[in-house]
């Protein structure tokens, strides 16, 4: 079976997610996942084909369920939670990456965007702070030139915003490239053209 053949698969199993309006029960995954690996091993192509894009989609179908279960789960109540600043405009906007929730270890891949306050202290990128979030699922519809907000949060795994209603330092040490911009932010603000080559660099 050639990688062609495995990527046409692939794809045309991934194609119906679009249309899907409601994502199957985990047991419906897990019955499709038993028969595509009962297809996949007949000795008919036709029938491998099938039980390869059955487990494709399958596999599909459950990296949809990884992305809308924090829309799902921690929307209905405030939530303690370890978070680590990704960016952040030093003031009231920041955006950041869920490490832990109620004390357990978190391994998806949790985005969220928080507005309106003020952290207590000076904060930069690559800090954790235990913060207690009151989260909303991101809401988005197309503008006249076709962008869906909503697709693009869902595609950088940013599906969370809100606010924080109590935040305390967990780790204050700043990232590597994050000492390197504002060291190189302060060597270059003496120039007319920094923030061009800020940019540029």
């Given at each position: 079976m050639g990688i062609h053949v495995i990527s046409m698969c692939a794809i045309l199993a991934i194609i119906p997610l679009y249309w899907l309006p409601v994502l199957p029960d985990l047991h419906i995954v897990w019955l499709l996942i038993a028969a595509g690996i009962a297809l996949s091993?007949?000795?008919?192509k036709w029938?491998?084909?099938?039980?390869?894009a059955l487990l494709f989609m399958c596999w599909g179908i459950l990296a949809a369920q990884e992305s809308v279960w924090p829309m799902n789960h921690l929307t209905k109540a405030p939530q303690q939670a370890e978070v680590v600043i990704t960016a952040t405009d030093g003031a009231t906007m920041h955006q950041g990456r869920i490490i832990s929730l109620n004390g357990e270890r978190v391994w998806a891949a949790m985005g969220v965007s928080l507005y309106g306050n003020y952290l207590p202290q000076n904060v930069c990128v690559g800090q954790r702070?235990?913060?207690?979030?009151?989260?909303?699922?991101?809401?988005?519809?197309?503008?006249d030139g076709g962008y869906d907000s909503q697709k693009n949060a869902f595609a950088?795994?940013?599906?969370?915003s809100g606010r924080f209603t109590h935040a305390e330092i967990v780790d204050a040490r700043c990232s590597l490239r994050s000492q390197y911009l504002t060291s190189l932010q302060n060597t270059l603000s003496a120039y007319q053209w920094g923030p061009v080559i800020l940019g540029l660099g």
């Open positions: 091993v007949q000795q008919r029938l491998r084909f099938s039980g390869l702070w235990a913060m207690t979030l009151r989260l909303r699922a991101v809401h988005g519809e197309l503008n950088r795994h940013q599906t969370l």
